[in-house]
């Protein structure tokens, strides 16, 4: 069964603080993800990554950063938080192996809250 | 415009009823469609994988394509009252994105 570890469900940070946020999956997926969940908006590509220490910008990069220095553990970085980022982080993993490659597998989330 | 439109609800329907959700989309260039249900606190989950315009059925739920259209559909019969979940459509192109419609909540009452 495929695992998707997010290091935590609820975050609650201030403006202008660094944020990391972790992500870890167990089935040695290439593919990794990180997406941003809002009401009426779905969910919306932040950064991915294709294999270690590459990066490639999603629909909505601004104000983030992601790391990838191992192929199980991929990192969003909210570099000076803002309210208008407090949302629902969802991280997911794909394998480039599987006949349907775009399956994507995606952990619990995790809520987070800028005040 | 957004790319994939999917109505946010919430659909109320009583136990037993089918429930009927879709979802259309503006680029042609869409070959693969799925369909994603997410519980309450939860991370969502992959319910079903289509390509071709067509049915495919899976137990109680049954995905439709429509290229010609733009349109896809999920049906699912006979249902329950844990099928109360938010189900968000999605679909992928050649660039190899997926992009997700917003939801929609679904409420079956016992």
């Known amino acids: 069964d495929v695992k998707v570890t997010q290091s935590s469900r609820y975050l609650v940070k201030r403006t202008g603080e660094k944020v990391f946020l972790e992500c870890v999956q167990d089935?040695?997926?290439?593919?990794m993800f990180w997406y941003r969940q809002d009401p009426g908006l779905g969910l919306r590509l932040i950064y991915f990554s294709y294999d270690v220490k590459m990066k490639e910008k999603g629909d909505i990069p601004e104000g983030y950063s992601v790391s990838r220095e191992k192929k199980e553990r991929f990192s969003l970085i909210l570099e000076s938080a803002s309210t208008n980022q407090t949302s629902m982080y969802l991280c997911?993993?794909?394998?480039?192996?599987?006949?349907?490659?775009?399956?994507?597998?995606f952990g619990p989330g995790t809520r987070l809250l800028v005040l | 415009q957004k790319e994939v439109e999917q109505d946010p609800g919430p659909l109320s329907v009583p136990e037993g009823a089918i429930v009927s959700l879709n979802c259309t989309y503006s680029n042609s260039a869409f070959q693969y469609f799925m369909w994603y249900r997410q519980y309450s606190r939860k991370g969502p989950e992959l319910l079903m994988y289509?390509?071709?315009?067509g049915n495919k059925e899976d137990g109680r739920f049954t995905a439709q394509v429509d290229k010609s259209s733009k349109y896809i559909s999920l049906f699912i019969r006979d249902s329950q009252p844990s099928d109360s979940a938010t189900y968000l459509c999605?679909?992928?192109?050649?660039?190899?994105?997926?992009?997700f419609g917003a939801g929609t909540q679904v409420v079956v009452t016992p």
């Open positions: 089935m040695d997926h290439e593919n």
């Open positions: 999605a679909m992928i192109g050649s660039w190899g994105k997926l992009q």
């Open positions: 997911a993993s794909s394998s480039a192996r599987d006949t349907y490659q775009e399956t994507q597998y």
């Open positions: 289509t390509y071709s315009s």
